[in-house]
């Protein structure tokens, strides 16, 4: 069989029946893409190298579990693994950073400096995106009332004369859209917090 010639989601499904050979040509053909793309955000290349392998442990993880919905290109699925497994770090390391001191340590200075680093601002951007593609899946009475509620800051009572259901009603929309977007959260493997 002429791998080359072989489509990515072709490739795809061979490796699925257990053809290893059809990764590897799927590896090669997109690894310079993927580790460049890992490399262009962390800017150090053995924490690329890490990333770039846990990339393909994830994406064999998911093929072998058979868990790849063929949703659209193969690259765009294997490319957001690996943002994701980005993001993921930096939150990570965020959560616990390191303050190297020496005698003029002085607490005040780490503390004043709150600058928004380029890692920040990178997984604020993701979870705001990820946020609003679960709204965006959501009912269209679910919607209604969380967007009234946490975008247009409506009360409950406003948002109930609004859309012309009881305060009860509203509330009940926003608990299930709350709970909704939980799940579809858990199901993506969307983490919405820093």
Same mark, same amino acid.
Do not use: C
């Given at each position: 069989?002429?791998?080359?010639?072989?489509?990515?989601?072709?490739?795809?499904?061979?490796?699925?029946?257990?053809?290893?050979?059809? %990764?590897? =040509?799927?590896? !090669? /053909?997109?690894? +310079?893409?993927?580790?460049?793309? @890992?490399?262009?955000?962390?800017?150090?290349?053995?924490?690329?190298?890490?990333?770039?392998?846990?990339?393909?442990?994830?994406?064999?993880?998911?093929?072998?579990?058979?868990?790849?919905?063929?949703?659209?290109?193969?690259?765009?699925?294997?490319?957001?693994?690996?943002?994701?497994?980005?993001?993921?770090?930096?939150?990570?390391?965020?959560?616990?950073?390191?303050?190297?001191?020496?005698?003029?340590?002085?607490? %005040?200075? =780490?503390?004043? !400096? /709150?600058?928004? +680093?380029?890692?920040?601002?990178? @997984?604020?951007?993701?979870?705001?995106?990820?946020?609003?593609?679960?709204?965006?899946?959501?009912?269209?009475?679910?919607?209604?009332?969380?967007?009234?509620?946490?975008?247009?800051?409506?009360?409950?009572?406003?948002?109930?004369?609004?859309?012309?259901?009881?305060?009860?009603?509203?509330?009940?929309?926003?608990?299930?859209?709350?709970?909704?977007?939980?799940?579809?959260?858990?199901?993506?493997?969307?983490?919405?917090?820093?």
């Amino acid at each position: 069989m002429l791998y080359d010639k072989m489509s990515d989601n072709e490739l795809v499904s061979a490796f699925m029946q257990d053809d290893k050979q059809a %990764f590897e =040509v799927l590896l !090669s /053909r997109h690894q +310079s893409k993927i580790y460049n793309y @890992i490399l262009s955000l962390v800017k150090e290349k053995a924490l690329a190298d890490d990333l770039f392998q846990d990339t393909n442990i994830k994406i064999v993880n998911t093929l072998r579990g058979g868990k790849y919905r063929n949703e659209g290109k193969y690259i765009q699925w294997a490319m957001r693994i690996a943002h994701n497994l980005v993001i993921d770090y930096f939150r990570k390391n965020q959560r616990f950073p390191t303050i190297k001191t020496d005698e003029s340590f002085d607490i %005040f200075d =780490v503390i004043d !400096s /709150r600058e928004e +680093s380029i890692e920040h601002k990178m @997984i604020k951007n993701q979870i705001h995106d990820d946020v609003r593609k679960l709204i965006r899946q959501l009912p269209d009475e679910q919607r209604r009332v969380l967007v009234l509620r946490h975008y247009s800051n409506l009360s409950f009572k406003e948002i109930a004369d609004k859309t012309g259901v009881s305060i009860n009603t509203a509330l009940g929309r926003m608990r299930y859209a709350l709970i909704n977007m939980r799940r579809l959260a858990e199901e993506n493997s969307m983490v919405l917090h820093m």
